[in-house]
């Protein structure tokens, strides 16, 4: 069975300035997706970013940008010249992708919470 | 607009009661899925249904029941057998079975026992 991983349960990070969030997974698959959402204090979950894993190429998002090391596991999001609107938890996620079998279920790390300084 | 809409916003079990929390898409998506979020512990899976009229249990489907008589419609039942009812419920959609699409999520239900 897959995991996700967040070992920053709380991040804190100053206006305009740069964070980079952690996340791990687990997995034996060899293609799969993995996302980052936002949860703002609404707490409405809005997708960030995406990335497929057979890109090697990381996703970017105007400010969001992410680091992808497929042999080891690792799925951090960076965030450049943090913005107020930017606090929230954010929820690394991954999900298979088995061609036919795929069920698009997604498997959440426990999430970060970020808040930005003025 | 297309998009998920969950009702109620807030809603308040009694002892042995069952509740049901509504959601409903617009979005044309063959998948649905409910998941229960608790405080530290991201959300996990309860149940989903990628085609009208089936649907299968996820990580923590016990005290819970679905139907999806409707594509638009996912409907979850919170039975008196869930004893920790207590939870934000989210629920969300995708274009399913073989899509690459990501999950699009609804506003969110805050139940909460009396």
């Known amino acids: 069975a897959q995991t996700v991983t967040q070992s920053q349960p709380e991040m804190s990070v100053q206006e305009a300035e740069t964070v980079t969030l952690s996340c791990t997974y687990d997995?034996?698959?060899?293609?799969?997706?993995l996302f980052w959402y936002k949860q703002p204090p609404s707490r409405q979950m809005i997708l960030v970013i995406r990335q497929e894993a057979y890109k090697q190429q990381n996703a970017t998002e105007n400010r969001f940008s992410v680091n992808f090391q497929k042999a080891a596991k690792s799925f951090s999001l960076k965030i450049s010249d943090s913005q107020l609107g930017d606090a929230a938890m954010y929820f690394c996620?991954?999900?298979?992708?088995?061609?036919?079998?795929?069920?698009?279920?997604?498997?959440f790390g426990q999430g970060t919470t970020l808040q930005v300084k003025p | 607009d297309g998009g998920i809409t969950q009702s109620p916003k807030y809603l308040f079990r009694k002892e042995g009661q069952n509740v049901t929390l509504s959601c409903e898409q617009n979005?044309?998506?063959?998948?649905m899925y409910w998941y229960r979020q608790d405080p530290g512990q991201g959300l996990r899976l309860i149940y989903y249904s990628q085609i009208v009229n089936d649907f299968q249990k996820g990580d923590i489907a016990e005290g819970y029941s679905v139907s999806r008589e409707k594509k638009e419609s996912f409907p979850l039942t919170v039975t008196s057998a869930q004893k920790n009812p207590t939870a934000f419920y989210l629920c969300?959609?995708?274009?399913?079975?073989?899509?690459?699409?990501?999950?699009?999520f609804g506003d969110g239900t805050r139940l909460s026992i009396l």
């Open positions: 996620a991954y999900r298979s992708w088995r061609g036919s079998g795929n069920t698009g279920k997604l498997i």
């Open positions: 997995t034996s698959e060899s293609d799969y997706y």
């Open positions: 969300a959609s995708s274009g399913g079975q073989g899509s690459y699409q990501p999950q699009h």
């Open positions: 979005l044309n998506h063959d998948a």
